[in-house]
C-alpha cells in the first residue's frame, strides 16, 4: 500500500505570492491533517479534513486555508506570503481520526516551504 | 501549559545500549492516546508506538518499548540495543478530543537522539 505522498517536495516563493500544496492520503484513509513544523515553534496543528468537511482548526490566520476532495485527497493554501511561513508542512492520513490505535496517523514526507 | 513535555532537548546514547526519552502530558480527558514519532534528517515523521489511556499494559514494537504510568502522567519511549540508524529527532505526541466533537494531536518539542559508535 502506498504511503502519504506530497507535492512539490520544496518550494521557493517570495512574499506576497500564495502557494498551494498538496496531499495525497493512504488508501482508504478519509481523515487528513495538515501541520507547520519551524524551528521555533515545533510542530503545531493547522487543520484536519474528514470526508471534504473542515472539522478541527488550529490558530492559524486566515491566510491559511485547506480543502480536501472526494478522493480524500487534500490541498493547503497559503496567501500572501509571510517570510514566518517558511516552514516544513507535514500532512498525515489517518482512517478516521478517532482516538483509537486503529486510527493512528501516518506522515508524508512534508514539503518544505522557503519564503524570500 | 504545555499539553506535552519532552525535557531533553538532546541526548547522547551508545550503540547498543539502551535509553530513555522522557514524555509527560497534561490532560483531563479520560479517553486519550500517546504517540512517538522519530523524524529522521530527511523530515518525514515515522510511527514508532501507540498507548491507550485504557492499556493496560506497557506497549511494545521490537526494540521500542511505552514506559506508561498513567498516574504520574508519563509516557516515556524505550529504546532497547541502539543502532546508529536511531539517531534522530524523536516527538511524543497526545491525540485528545476536542470541544467540538472532533480530535486533534498536540506534539512536544522533540528530544534529539545521537547514536554513538
Known amino acids: 500500500k502506498a504511503g502519504v505522498t506530497q507535492t512539490p517536495r520544496y518550494l521557493i516563493k517570495t512574499r506576497g505570492q500564495q502557494v498551494t500544496l498538496s496531499c495525497s492520503p493512504i488508501s482508504g484513509h478519509r481523515s487528513v491533517s495538515w501541520y507547520q513544523q519551524t524551528p521555533g515553534q515545533g510542530l503545531q496543528f493547522l487543520f484536519e479534513y474528514f470526508s471534504e468537511t473542515q472539522r478541527n482548526k488550529g490558530n492559524f490566520p486566515g491566510r491559511f486555508s485547506g480543502r480536501q476532495f472526494s478522493n480524500s485527497r487534500s490541498e493547503m493554501n497559503v496567501s500572501t506570503l509571510e517570510l514566518g511561513d517558511s516552514a516544513l508542512y507535514l500532512c498525515?492520513?489517518?482512517?478516521?481520526?478517532?482516538?483509537?490505535?486503529?486510527?493512528?496517523?501516518?506522515f508524508g514526507p512534508g514539503t518544505r516551504l522557503t519564503v524570500l | 501549559a504545555q499539553k506535552i513535555t519532552q525535557t531533553q532537548p538532546g541526548m547522547f546514547v551508545q550503540e547498543k545500549e539502551a535509553v530513555t526519552l522522557d514524555c509527560t502530558y497534561d490532560t483531563s480527558d479520560q479517553s486519550y492516546g500517546l504517540f512517538w514519532y522519530k523524524q529522521p534528517s530527511s523530515g518525514e515523521m515515522i510511527f514508532l508506538i501507540y498507548q491507550g489511556s485504557y492499556d493496560e499494559q506497557n506497549a511494545t514494537e521490537g526494540r521500542y518499548s511505552l514506559n506508561f504510568q498513567k498516574a504520574r502522567k508519563s509516557a516515556n519511549l524505550v529504546i532497547s540495543a541502539s543502532q546508529l540508524g536511531d539517531s534522530a529527532m524523536y516527538f511524543c505526541?497526545?491525540?485528545?478530543?476536542?470541544?467540538?466533537?472532533?480530535?486533534?494531536?498536540?506534539f512536544g518539542t522533540g528530544t534529539r537522539l545521537k547514536v554513538l559508535a
Open positions: 505526541a497526545m491525540r485528545e478530543g476536542t470541544t467540538s466533537g472532533t480530535y486533534k494531536y498536540i
Open positions: 498525515a492520513s489517518s482512517l478516521r481520526g478517532g482516538t483509537g490505535r486503529l486510527n493512528e496517523q501516518f
